[in-house]
DNA sequence: TGTACATCAGTGAACGCGCGTTCACTGATGTAC
DNA sequence: TGTACATCAGTGAACGCGCGTTCACTGATGTAC
C-alpha cells in the first residue's frame, strides 16, 4: 500500500493539537473553506472524530485559530517587506508591502478566504481580533505615519489607509476568484503595473 | 394563524420558474451564500422538494441563473450611473460607475458575495460569462476608452481598468466583510474620501 | 358541446450521504508513598 | 524499586440533522375529432 500523503503519521500522545491545525490548513489548502470539515480532518490525522473536543470547543473555534495564526503571519510579512525595503524609502516600503499582501493571499488563497469568513469565525475571540488589527496597522503606520488611529474604522481620517488597503485587496480577491487567467503571473506583472497607476498619488 | 412573510404564495401553474428564483434571492439576502439551501426554497414557494427539478438541472443550475441575472443588473446600473453623469465629464462619470458598484455590493450583500464564489457557479454556461463580461466591460469602456480589450484579462494593457476594477471591488469586499463599522455610511462618506485619494491620477 | 387521449407540471415518499457533537468508556502516563 | 491510584488524552459507537437527488406517480390542462 503506498502511502497518502494527505495523511499525517500519527501524532505522539500530546501533540495532538498542532498536528490537528497542520491538517487542517491542508485541507483547507485543497478544498478550500467549503469543502472543509472536521470529521475529514481527523481522519487525516489519524484520530477519532472526537479527539478535537479536548484542544477546541467547536469547529468554529479551531477555524478561528487558523485564522488568528494567519493574520499573525500576515502582520509579520508585512513587518518583513517594509523592513526590508525601507532604506530604498517610503513609496518603495508601501509598494513592498502591497505586493507581500497579495503574495500572501496568492499562495494561500483558502486561507486568506477564511480569514474574511466571518459568519465562521469567532469574532469575539481576543486573539483573533488582536492579530487582525495588528495586521491593519502594519499598514496604517506606514500609510499614515505614526499618528494616532481613530477608534473607528470608516472614519474618514484613514481614507489614505483605506484606499490602499481596498486596492491591494480587491485585487487579491479578484486574482483568487479568478477574474485572471494565472493568478501568479498577475501578481508579477500586473500588479506593478497596477500599482503604478497610482505611484503619483 | 399569522401569515409568515418569508413564504411566497403558491404560484400558479407554469409560474413556478421565477417564484423559485425570487424565493432563492429572498434566502440568499436572509442566510447568505452558505445558508442556502434547494430545500429550503421550496418550503417557501410552497412547493415540493422536487419541483424545481423541471427548471433547473440542480442546485448549482438554481444559483448560476441569479448570479447571472445579477451580473446583468450590476452591468445596467453601471451604464446608468455612466449615463446620468456623462454631463459632468469624464471623470464624474467613473466616480459615478464606482459608486454605483459599491452600491449594489453593499445593497445585496450575499448576491454579490455568490456573484464571484466560482466553485458554485457553473462557469461555462454561456449566459453567466456573457453577463459578467458585459459588466467588466462597462467598467473598461469608460476608463480606457473604446480601444479593442486584449483577449487576456491579466494583460498590463488593461492596469487602469483593473486599477480602478481592484479599488471598488476591495472596497466592497472589506464593507461586505464587517470591516468598517457601518457599510452604509462607509458608502456615503468614506468611498469619495477613498476616491479623492486618486482623483489626480 | 362532449369525450378520449396526450402531455404538462409538478407531487411526495424514499434513498443515501456526510456532517458536528455527545457519551460512556479506557488504556497510557504520571504521582505518592 | 514496586504498587496503588488519579488524571490525562484520547476512543469509537451512536444520535439526529438537513441536505440534494431519484423515482414512480398523478391530477390538471390542452387538443383532436
Not at 93 to 104: K, P, S
Not at 144 to 150: F, I, K, V, Y
Not at 173 to 194: Q, S, T, V, W, Y
Amino acid at each position: 500500500m503506498s502511502d497518502n500523503s494527505n495523511t499525517v503519521k500519527k501524532p505522539r500522545r500530546g501533540d495532538l493539537r498542532p498536528a490537528l491545525l497542520q491538517a487542517a490548513e491542508r485541507l483547507l489548502a485543497e478544498r478550500g473553506v467549503d469543502g472543509f470539515s472536521l470529521r475529514e480532518t481527523a481522519r487525516r490525522t489519524g484520530v477519532s472524530p472526537a479527539a478535537h473536543a479536548y484542544y477546541f470547543k467547536d469547529t468554529r473555534a479551531l477555524l478561528t485559530a487558523i485564522a488568528t495564526a494567519a493574520f499573525d503571519d500576515l502582520a509579520d510579512r508585512l513587518a518583513a517587506a517594509e523592513r526590508s525595503a525601507a532604506p530604498a524609502g517610503r513609496v518603495a516600503a508601501i509598494r513592498a508591502q502591497a505586493e507581500a499582501y497579495a503574495a500572501f493571499a496568492i499562495d494561500a488563497p483558502a486561507k486568506f478566504d477564511l480569514m474574511w469568513r466571518k459568519g465562521l469565525l469567532d469574532t469575539d475571540d481576543g486573539a483573533f481580533t488582536q492579530a487582525a488589527e495588528r495586521a491593519f496597522f502594519c499598514l496604517d503606520r506606514l500609510v499614515r505615519g505614526e499618528q494616532a488611529a481613530p477608534a473607528n474604522k470608516d472614519d474618514p481620517a484613514l481614507a489614505p489607509t483605506l484606499a490602499w488597503w481596498s486596492l491591494v485587496h480587491g485585487f487579491a480577491c479578484l486574482a483568487n476568484e479568478g477574474a485572471f487567467a494565472d493568478p501568479h503571473k498577475a501578481l508579477e506583472r500586473l500588479l506593478p503595473a497596477i500599482l503604478d497607476q497610482y505611484s503619483a498619488g
